[in-house]
């Protein structure tokens, strides 16, 4: 089975602080995504991954950057956590097939909050 | 922007009773489409897939719709259970420039169960 793993499911940070989420997928996925997740507004993605060192905005990528140096590993960075970053982040990954596309898997989340 | 939405925020159902959750999606180009139910406090579980060129798809229990001529997406969950309370999100994939496929989350839809 596939597992994406998420390094807290809690975290608690202040104002300010930077902030590193990690995820780590054991099934050699191309593709790695960060989405967070706010009720009424579903899921948004932040970044996503297609390779090692590549990456590309999503739909809300401002005050985020992602880091991808080893295939399994995709990490999100709060550059200067803000209040309005507390979230349920969830990281996903998919094969990337060329022209067929896959489901995502996703990890267990990480629910961060900024005091 | 394009989005895919869903018709019901909340829907409550007899145990026993069939469930159907709907889902619109606006990008003609989608070609893929999933479903993910995610039970509290737990990441996004793949459901079922279906692409374009079906109209439907079975699996245990479940029946996924797909009527591309009104970009509408249906799921039904046959004989409800308690354990299937949950919010259910539709997702299309779509690619963007960068050829990676990426997939788009509608805001969900609350599924309770009553006994």
């Known amino acids: 089975d596939v597992k994406v793993t998420q390094s807290s499911r809690y975290l608690v940070k202040r104002t300010g602080e930077k902030v590193f989420l990690e995820c780590v997928q054991d099934m050699d996925h191309e593709n790695m995504f960060w989405y967070r997740q706010d009720p009424g507004l579903g899921l948004r993605l932040i970044y996503f991954?297609?390779?090692?060192?590549?990456?590309e905005k999503g739909d809300i990528p401002e005050g985020y950057s992602v880091s991808r140096e080893k295939k399994e590993r995709f990490s999100l960075i709060l550059e200067s956590a803000s209040t309005n970053q507390t979230s349920m982040y969830l990281c996903a990954s998919s094969l990337g097939t060329g022209s067929m596309n896959t489901e995502a898997f996703f990890g267990q989340g990480t629910r961060l909050t900024v005091v | 922007g394009e989005s895919v939405g869903l018709h019901l925020p909340t829907l409550s159902v007899q145990e026993g009773d069939n469930s159907i959750i709907n889902c619109a999606y606006s990008?003609?180009?989608?070609?893929?489409f999933i479903w993910y139910k995610q039970e509290s406090g737990k990441g996004p579980q793949f459901i079922i897939d279906?692409?374009?060129?079906?109209d439907k798809r079975q699996g245990q229990r479940v029946t996924v719709l797909l009527n591309k001529t009104v970009k509408h997406l249906s799921l039904q969950i046959a004989a409800t259970q308690p354990g299937d309370s949950a919010v259910y999100f539709c997702a299309e994939n779509m690619a963007p420039a960068s050829g990676t496929y990426k997939y788009i989350f509608g805001t969900g839809t609350r599924l309770k169960v009553l006994a």
């Open positions: 279906i692409r374009s060129n079906m």
């Open positions: 991954s297609y390779d090692v060192k590549m990456k």
């Open positions: 990008n003609s180009a989608s070609d893929y």
